[in-house]
């Protein structure tokens, strides 16, 4: 199973570039199979917060470490993993095909 973590999207203040929302995913795959989980974190902070960062010097490298340090990604995880898991039963199951020969 290989999972990625992504950042979909910023919300900030445009005066100050403050974040205050990160929409994150985890996109999940294995073989031909793959499932998604998205969600969001509402943040609170100043530019005068210690180890503040300013907009146009994030990476998602550092965005990523403020998601995951903050969400459980295991349940995330398990949870695209039990989903992709029900399509291989589901695809199994499968014991009808329409179509042509040519």
Known sequence: MNHVW??????????????????YACESSEDSNSTRKVGDIELTGSVDDAGFIA????TEEIVLGWVTSSIDTSIFETE????????VIQ???ITTK???PW
């Not at 992504?6 to 929409?23: E, H």
């Not at 695209?80 to 399509?87: E, H, T």
């Open 6 to 23: 992504k950042i979909y999207d910023l919300k900030r203040v445009i005066a100050d570039g403050v974040v205050t929302k990160i929409t």
């Open 55 to 58: 907009f146009e010097d994030l």
């Open 80 to 87: 695209n993993s039990a989903s992709i898991a029900q399509q």
């Open 91 to 93: 695809k199994a199951a």
């Open 98 to 100: 329409n179509g042509t």
